[in-house]
Every structure is written in C-alpha cells, then in structure tokens.
C-alpha cells in the first residue's frame, strides 16, 4: 500500500500559523480564572474536588468576605488575557509590580477592621499571593513570550491518499 501525503506550503517553503490555531490558542490561557482560585484562598478555602471548603489551617490568615474580594478584584488588571499576550519591557513589569504590592498593602491598612487583619502575618500571606501571581502573569508578557508562543503555532493539513496503485509495468516484469 503505497501512501502519498500532500502538505501545501508557502512559496517561501514554511507554514503559516492559521487564525483558527492562535484562536484556540487564546482560548486556552486564561489567567483570570486563578484570580477565582485566589479569592477562595483568601477567604481560607480549599477546592475538594466539587466545591470550596472551609480549611481550619488558613483561618488564621483568612480575610473577610469583603477583603477577599477587593484584593483579588485588584488583580484583574493584571491577571488577564490582554496583558498575558502583550510585550512589555522589564521596566513596566518591575514598575507594574511595584503598584499593585504598594495598592494592596494600601488596601490592607486602610481597611484593616473590615478585611478582617488580626495579625501582621496575614499582610505578609496576602502581599505574596498578589506578587507571585502578578509577577508570574507580568513576566509571561516580558519579551513577549506568549506572542512568540502564538507565532510558533502552525497549522498543518495533511491528505493521506491510499489507492491501491496499478504497479508500473517495469515492477510487473519484475513481480514487484
């Protein structure tokens, strides 16, 4: 059984990303969806596999319904699909950073009663969950490593033709 397979290609000799790959693609990174995992977490909650449960470890360092909200709704502007698929320079980054630690810090102490802060330790627990998630969405921007991820995504059409082939006469005479 002979198989032949077709690939068409651009003149210049490689494949083009196709729309319909990078948009499946987008569709895919969602950094906005931990921003529900951390408002959870924040609350002092744990996904058991079905739904959010109260942790008697986190208690200590939960907020308030309200707390929660705030600090992870101050997330958004960072964790999201616009800025996961942008090309920022370190600079921004680091300044990005640098904003929305001093916003939640700020946030924390001017609403410590209700946000629920009991101990110093909860301003520490809160700042490095916003860091770390701002700073893992920043640097996915940083020299536009999505944007090159989305670039490198090729779409390839491939035609397997599998008719049987009349044997030339040449393999005939040989009883190939």
């Known amino acids: 059984m002979n198989e032949e397979i077709l690939m068409p290609m651009p003149q210049d000799g490689v494949p083009q990303p196709s729309r ?9 990174i969602k950094p906005d969806l931990i921003i529900d ?4 977490r924040l609350l002092g909650k744990e996904w058991d596999g079905g739904e959010w449960v109260k942790v008697p470890a986190l208690t200590e360092f939960a907020l308030t319904e309200r707390g929660a909200w705030e600090i992870s709704n101050l997330m958004l502007g960072v964790s999201s699909l616009n800025t996961s698929v942008s090309r920022l320079k370190e600079e921004v980054i680091k300044s990005r950073l640098r904003r ?12 410590w009663r209700e946000y629920g ?6 301003f520490y627990f ?6 770390t998630n701002a700073m893992t969405v920043l640097f996915q921007a940083g020299d536009g490593s999505i ?3 989305l670039k490198g995504t090729v779409y390839e059409n491939r035609n397997v033709n599998t008719e ?9 005479i040989l009883g190939l």
């Open 20 to 28: 319909g790959d990078r948009a499946d693609l987008l569709d895919k």
């Open 117 to 122: 802060i009991r101990n110093s330790a909860q």
């Open 100 to 111: 929305i630690a001093k916003d939640t810090q700020f946030l924390l102490i001017a609403h």
């Open 147 to 149: 944007q090159e991820l």
């Open 164 to 172: 049987k082939k009349e044997p030339s006469r040449l393999r005939r």
């Open 126 to 131: 809160v700042h490095n969950i916003v860091f």
């Open 37 to 40: 995992v951390i408002r959870n």
